[in-house]
């Protein structure tokens, strides 16, 4: 007998270089905003991601300054949560280098292989200090 047994979603983090500059950090916010649109449709591989922080990623070197967000999620009922590294800091251009995009994949289309090429299709690597899927580095296997 067959059952219809639903996967966990897949927790994901892009971690932004820590020597990033303001246009970096924007080019790369842009980046995870388009993939992102893509990812979310319906049979995208993406759940959810964190507009907070890729909002304020597309700031720059001040995130502060950005006051406005826009989260998505697959259900009304979807929520997400901000992650950082550390607090935010004094300085805004330290506080951007903080910024850890939180995304989550669908259980039931989840793929590894898939997430890994979707993302490095989508974002340059050198943007990135690591991209952590289920708590694991994009470049391991």
């Known amino acids: ?3 219809n047994t639903l996967r966990p979603d897949v927790p ?3 971690v932004p270089r820590p020597d990033a500059t303001s246009d970096d950090l924007k080019v ?3 980046a995870l905003s ?3 649109k893509v990812e979310l449709r319906p049979g995208g591989l993406l759940r959810s991601i964190d507009n ?3 909002t304020e990623l597309l700031g720059g070197d001040d995130p502060a300054a950005v006051v406005f967000a ?3 999620g697959e259900d009304d009922g979807d929520c997400l949560t901000i992650l950082r590294r550390t607090p935010p ?3 805004p251009a330290d506080a951007a280098r903080q910024l850890v995009v939180a995304c989550s994949f669908r259980g039931s289309v989840y793929s590894r292989r898939r997430a890994v090429e979707s993302l ?3 974002v340059p690597a050198g943007l990135v200090e690591d991209v952590l899927i289920d708590g694991r580095s994009w470049d391991l296997p």
């Open 28 to 30: 790369l916010g842009l």
């Open 70 to 72: 826009v989260i998505y």
């Open 34 to 36: 388009d993939w992102s």
């Open 12 to 14: 994901g983090e892009i």
């Open 89 to 91: 800091h004094s300085d």
């Open 1 to 3: 007998m067959e059952t």
């Open 52 to 54: 907070i922080v890729l």
């Open 120 to 122: 490095r299709d989508a």
